[in-house]
T-cell receptor, first 114, second 115 residues
Framework: EDQVTQSPEALRLQEGESSSLNCSYT??????LFWYRQDPGKGPEFLFT???AGEEKEKERLKATLTKKESFLHITAPKPEDSATYLC???????????????FGKGTRLSVIA | DGGITQSPKYLFRKEGQNVTLSCEQN?????MYWYRQDPGQGLRLIYY???????QKGDIAEGYSVSREKKESFPLTVTSAQKNPTAFYLC??????????????FGDGTRLSIL
């Protein structure tokens, strides 16, 4: 069974204190890994797609990396406006036709304190 | 502005009542999806549709029904058979459907509660 596990469940940082969020996955053939940001009472907002091990993507203070077993979302010098829940999802090649929707992790709730 | 519109934002259901959640997109996306989000849980797939007049069950389809009569619209009905409907419901769409790696884009959700 395809599984996506995010850690930690919650993370509290001081403004400017860099850290990383983890997304580990056990899937039968990874076709893409997606990072989203979700604010309270809102839908997830797409951040990055990673396709193969060694790939990196950056956007402002965020940098996503991918290995064969996990992905990291690095947050450099975070600000209070970075506070949100960060979701990781994978698309796999499981199934005869390869038609598989996304499998989501439970998310990491990030709080950045001024 | 292009995007996904979900309505209503809040919805209340009485015992034995069916309710329908609306999802409309003007992104010209082929595929549309419905997810349920509960506190402390990841998003769980209810139904998805790759093209008009076609849809597939997700992991938790029991007690729900959908239709896809137009490309832009994918309404979700929560029937009285769904015994625990209280949740945050999210609609999403993507360009070429589950066979491709394009990201899904989400609406801002409908929060459903039982009266």
């Amino acid at each position: 069974e395809d599984q996506v596990t995010q850690s930690p469940e919650a993370l509290r940082l001081q403004e400017g204190e860099s850290s990383s969020l983890n997304c580990s996955y056990t899937v039968s053939g990874l076709r893409g890994l997606f990072w989203y940001r979700q604010d309270p009472g809102k839908g997830p907002e797409f951040l990055f797609t990673l396709y193969s091990a060694g790939e990196e993507k950056e956007k402002e203070r965020l940098k996503a990396t991918l290995t064969k077993k996990e992905s990291f979302l690095h947050i450099t010098a975070p600000k209070p406006e970075d506070s949100a829940t960060y979701l990781c999802a994978v698309k796999t090649s499981r199934g005869n036709s390869g038609n598989t929707p996304l499998v989501f992790g439970k998310g990491t709730r990030l709080s950045v304190i001024a | 502005d292009g995007g996904i519109t979900q309505s209503p934002k809040y919805l209340f259901r009485k015992e034995g009542q069916n309710v329908t959640l609306s999802c409309e997109q003007n992104l010209n996306h082929d595929a549309m999806y419905w997810y349920r989000q509960d506190p402390g849980q990841g998003l769980r797939l209810i139904y998805y549709s790759q093209i008009v007049n076609d849809f597939q069950k997700g992991d938790i389809a029991e007690g729900y029904s959908v239709s896809r009569e137009k490309k832009e619209s994918f309404p979700l009905t929560v029937t009285s058979a769904q015994k625990n409907p209280t949740a945050f419901y999210l609609c999403a769409s993507s360009i070429t459907g589950v066979t491709d790696n394009q990201p899904q884009h989400f609406g801002d959700g409908t929060r459903l509660s039982i009266l």
